[in-house]
């Protein structure tokens, strides 16, 4: 439910970036850890709807900081 978006890592991963708009859609698209997020790439942010393209730019290079932090 509703409370437990509060406390999803990915919620809080966006909101870090000021996108936390896209939380839900990243979640119902199965992307609710942010290992399922290291794998994000263009397609996948046109099927999850994240059309703006400073948006794109900024989640694509925060997916590219998670995978150097292994």
Known sequence: GPG?????IVYEWLKALQLPQYAESFVDNGY???EVCKQIGD???DAIGVL?????RR????????????
């Open 4 to 8: 437990s978006m509060c406390t999803n």
């Open 32 to 34: 609710d850890d942010l």
């Open 43 to 45: 397609p996948d942010l």
């Open 52 to 56: 703006a393209p400073a948006h794109r």
């Open 59 to 70: 989640i694509l290079e925060a997916v590219h900081r998670l995978r150097e932090q292994d």
